[in-house]
């Protein structure tokens, strides 16, 4: 089951109407079942214009997009793949259709026509995996903007989907709706083994995931573990992305002289590497 493949990117290529250059090119990578991935790439580098293509807001120029074994050039699928690929995107405020949080929860189904005596279980169950239950009749504009993107993957997930896409989806948050944000996701995606892909320009969020793909100018430039993608301090700087912050500081540490062993992504990370060279001699 776990190396099922939830997305696949067959050399796409996307480009906008009179624009110069492609958004993106050739671009090919394989998701499966139960990763969580994390797209870096900096402003205007194609992210979007991927995640638009994950759910068949955008069709490729070149190349295929197969989601959950769905091709999405093939238009009797576009439906499908949406209910199976949930999509989340940076500004909390224009998710938002209703007026009551239920009804906004609800306001998927209701366009897929499940009946209502399902609809009800649905909603409350998904409220309750967001941690937002006791919300259920609030007004969504009382929210606050973590609690709206809470609602918003409450909508997705009572669509029963295998694939949550969230585009800068805590961007416009404060560092406590972040984390919220972010863990939730983080628990759907551990307890119900759903695959996230998470685009975002928080190095300390993407350190948290399994995987990340680099896009550089609309091509896809690495694609590996957060140890693998982050060590090189140079070639991130180079496309002008950041490290975490613990992995800039070992850098500058290892320039300096000090032999810190490489992956080094947290505070916990460098603790440990840093009593591995100086252990702390008894009875000092
Ligand atoms: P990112 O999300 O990484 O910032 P986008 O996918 O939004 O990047 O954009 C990739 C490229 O496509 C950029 O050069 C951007 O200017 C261009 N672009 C994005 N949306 C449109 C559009 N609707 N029409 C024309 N060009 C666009
Ligand atoms: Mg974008």
Redesign the pocket.
Known sequence: MNDQVRIQLENVSYS????P?P??SRASAVIREGEFVAVL????????????LLNALYLPSEGKVVVCGYDTAREEFTWEIRRRAGMIFQNPDNQIVATVVKEDVAFGLENLGVPTDEMIPRVESALAAVHMSGYADSAPHMLSGGQKQRVAVAGILAMEPSVLIA??ATAMLDPSGRQEVLSTVQALNRRKGITVVW?THFMEEAALADRILV?SD?VITADGTPREIFEDVEGMRNLHLDVPRMTSLAADLRKEGMPLRPGILTVEDLVKEVERLCPLKSGI
Request: net charge negative; charged share 25%.
């Open positions: 906008y109407e009179d624009a250059a958004a993106l790439g900096h402003n205007g580098s194609g992210k979007s214009t991927l995640a638009k585009d800068e685009i896009v609309g």
